[in-house]
């Protein structure tokens, strides 16, 4: 005989007033048809369930619950927790189970909050979020990937690209991939509480990542970090990553390398948005997004490389600025971090600069322009471009002096291979040192 609960023996009163058989009804119920006879029959006698009338163990403590339940200030209730105290309190020697039924009785659900169901207008808004495939096979290794998935909230069109890892060049390469596929930025995007994108706190009360602020500030966006354990706040692009991985799984595929899976993606993301259906105007996710894409503020012709770190420092009297000492590190290090210094053309003396630290080089910008590059992370402590240090002086910068007669010798000779230094060079030298 199998259990019936009020909303199945409801049914099951229904259809055998409209003529099912009892044999039609148990199979429709997934019972035996002995339930169901034994349930008619006690609905035709009106008979009820006894323990419905029974006293709770736990009401001879009713006070004490009561008192417990007041000293909940915070609004959770773990009706595991008040078990537990009645028995070390009170000795209660109930089961967890007749407390949670005494609770169900004696105390009102509390009220439901309604969520408010928002539609963004069209160029508005667009939600981002990564998604983990673990174990992806490319070529003859077995890699794990990540994709960030960015989704238009009017139109539901989807951009998806691939990288191996979620760092700050990833994050900016990956946000620059999909706003291309998109065909321009929306107002504001929608981001979980990654470290990439808020570096403290979460939500509206957390700090945006001043290196994906900076990027957001050049690509004109908005950043808006959803409230912490609210994933319907970003539905749309959360909806959209179980629809690609449903429909389209890359794990039944062997694919050469990651720019064959992005293409494959790709192809597949296109042919979706063709039979997919945008709720805001009932067509095609596709053609809603032509009228959506007028509306985005168009790409700038020449796009930021991603960068993992952006400081602004002033530059010193020598033409050089210092960058990734202790003071750029996000998380202190353990000892001293000697600070690199880069040359800068000498009219920027005294004024403040921009850096940015790309995968293997350093920019240098003033009033959004590069003034200067060089490349990173190598051993020295002092990398500096000599072509900084000529040219004309300025109303506001007098130019370095000139080298003087040992300085063009010790560059000439430093410039030269030196198997292809002769004698006569470093005869030329002991002259000019007499």
């Known amino acids: 005989m199998g259990r019936l609960d009020d909303e ?3 049914a099951m009163t229904v259809l055998l007033k409209g003529g099912q058989t009892q ?3 148990a199979r429709l119920l997934g019972v035996t048809e002995g339930a169901v006879r034994y349930h008619r029959r006690r609905r035709e006698i009106g008979a009820t369930d006894g323990r ?4 709770s163990a736990a009401a001879a403590h009713a006070d004490a619950i009561a008192h417990w339940r007041d000293q ?3 609004g959770r209730i773990n009706l595991a927790a008040l078990h537990d105290w009645l028995r070390r309190e009170h ?3 109930g089961s967890l189970k007749s407390v949670q039924r005494y609770w169900r009785r004696t105390f009102p659900a509390p009220a439901i909050r309604a969520r408010r169901r928002v539609e963004t207008p069209a160029g508005a808004q667009a939600q981002v979020d990564w998604a983990e495939y673990p174990g992806m096979v490319l070529g ?3 890699v794990d990937l990540v994709a960030l998935v960015m989704t238009l909230s009017w139109s539901r069109k989807r ?4 990288a191996r890892s979620k760092d700050m060049l990833s994050w900016q390469a990956c946000h620059t991939a999909c706003l291309r596929r998109l065909g321009g930025v929306p107002a504001v995007l929608r981001i979980d509480n990654v470290k990439t994108g808020v570096s403290k706190g979460a939500g509206a009360w957390g700090e945006v990542n001043p290196t994906y602020r900076r990027y957001a500030g050049q690509l004109k966006f908005h950043v808006d970090a959803c409230q912490p354990r609210q994933p319907q706040a970003k539905g749309k692009v959360e909806r959209g990553i179980g629809d690609l991985r449903g429909a389209d799984d890359p794990y039944a595929q062997v694919f050469d390398s990651l720019e064959a899976l992005q293409a494959w993606t790709d192809a597949r993301v296109e042919e979706r948005s063709h039979r997919l259906c945008c709720p805001a105007t009932g ?3 596709a053609e809603a997004w032509q009228t959506e894409r007028g509306l985005l503020t168009p790409l700038p012709e020449t796009l930021p490389e991603p960068f993992d770190v952006v400081v602004r420092r002033p530059v010193g009297v020598d033409c050089m600025v210092s960058f990734e000492g202790e003071e750029d590190q996000e998380t202190p290090r353990w000892g001293v971090t000697p600070t690199q210094g880069y040359s800068v053309p000498f009219r920027f003396v005294r004024q403040e600069v921009e850096l940015r630290g790309l995968a293997g080089r350093v920019q240098i910008l003033r009033d959004c322009a590069v003034i200067a590059d060089h490349p990173r992370g190598g051993a020295a402590l002092i990398v500096k471009d000599d072509a900084h240090y000529e040219g004309d002086s300025t109303e506001r910068v007098i130019a370095p002096q000139p080298l003087g007669k040992m300085g063009r010798r010790l560059q000439e000779l430093a410039a030269t291979p030196v198997h292809h230094r002769s004698i006569d060079l470093y005869a030329r030298l002991a002259e000019v040192a007499r």
């Open 159 to 162: 951009a998806m690209v691939w």
């Open 91 to 93: 000795g209660y020697g």
């Open 23 to 25: 044999s039609a009804v």
């Open 140 to 142: 003859a290794e077995v």
């Open 8 to 10: 199945a023996r409801t």
């Open 52 to 55: 419905s009338r029974q006293m």
């Open 72 to 74: 909940q200030t915070d």
């Open 283 to 285: 067509t095609s996710v």
